[in-house]
């Protein structure tokens, strides 16, 4: 027979990430300056599974099996950083302010674990799954080791409040991504260091807000924040040729842009505030790196609701 159509189908899930806590301290001098320092400690613990399939057709439209390429990774680990700024308001007679702080790098070990599969039933006798194995003939996993530095990151506000019922805040952020670093677990740099600073962006990150008390007791507000693309339009997935790792697939993101607005009510027995945020980006999915294979184009389009209620405890309730 002979085969005319391939089918393909990509599957992804991923959960986890980066968990922060943070030990705040602050001084405040004649209420006009403010200062601020924050130790960051990190973390990180997240895994992710992915699936390349394809299936095979001949002409007649009957089919003749296919293949699944799957992978699995994990990564864990810690990080530390450190955050210093301050707010000044200049006029003792205005409530204008402006703010600055600075943020180190995040120093992070890392290490990642990832195994891969190839189920495949192309036949009665092509019919089976296979994995990675050792000399021994049992199943192993790749795994990595390293420490990940990341860019110094600074930011500058200003702020206003008209009267009572108005409050202004914008806010702008830079960080050079090509700045970043990968060391080896004994402190000495990887080449892994020239491919942050051939594919990376410095990333801008603008953020303007607004808060309106309509009433005493009611207040609404809105947000924008738009972030820059952190990769070059050119970026790739390399993965080194002793890798286990068979998940070539890879996409480019644009800039991000959110959108934010919010409406709270707080009365003398109960306090509600809602929120949404509507977050778009587009990005270029990859199936491999090939000059051969355009990209997808992918456009995001998220949205998400929060809703809080509180209420006072029976302990603060009174009655006569």
Known sequence: YKRQAVSQSYRSKES?????????????????????????????????????????????????GGYTLGNDFWVDGSGVDFKLGFILRPFESSSFRIGAAVHTPTFFSLKERNTAYLRFDLSEELNDITRPYDARGNDTEGEYEYKLVTPWKFNASMGYTIGSSVALGVEYEYSDRTKAKMKDPDGYELGQTEDIKAMMKPVHTLRVGAEFKLAPEFSFRLGYNHITAPLKSDAFKYLPVNSMRT????????????????????????????????NTYKETFYAFDSLELPGTKVTNNNHKVCLLYTSPSPRDSTSS
């Open 16 to 64: 986890g990430g980066i968990h922060s806590f943070d030990l705040n301290g602050a001084l405040n001098f004649y209420d006009r300056f403010y200062v601020g320092a924050t130790l960051g400690l990190y973390s990180v613990n997240y895994d992710r599974t992915s699936e390349y399939n394809e299936d095979f057709t001949d002409k007649d439209g009957n089919g003749h």
């Open 247 to 278: 998940d070539t697939e890879f996409s480019n993101p644009g800039a991000t842009n959110n959108y934010t607005f919010g409406c709270g009510y707080r009365g003398e027995s109960f306090y509600v505030d809602m929120a949404y945020l509507y």
